[in-house]
């Protein structure tokens, strides 16, 4: 994929982690859009990892293992504030 789709793909997948996963992460367009493609890249590192694939477009497998890493992202964010 471009670097813009990455673009779109990671905003895509931050508002859906953020949606799924709210809370009181105070973070901008940049924040989410950043959000989703960390997302989008763990999403696919575990999805080689168990066999299931990777995140190479925007089908509904890629789109759920990028919403998945999000979510974890977001899970470990949560637990860094907490913590300070």
Not at 12 to 19: C, D, H, S, T
Not at 53 to 70: K, N, Q
Request: net charge positive; proline share 1%; aromatic share 8%.
């Amino acid at each position: 994929m471009g670097i813009l789709a990455w673009i779109v793909l990671g905003l895509l997948v931050g508002v859906l982690a953020r949606f799924v996963m709210p809370g009181t992460q105070a973070m901008g367009i940049i924040g989410t859009i950043l959000l989703g493609i960390v997302g989008a890249v763990v999403g696919g590192f575990i999805g080689i990892q168990l066999g299931w694939g990777d995140v190479h477009g925007f089908d509904l497998r890629s789109l759920g293992l990028a919403i998945g890493g999000g979510v974890l992202v977001l899970f470990i964010i949560g637990l860094f504030q907490k913590g300070s």
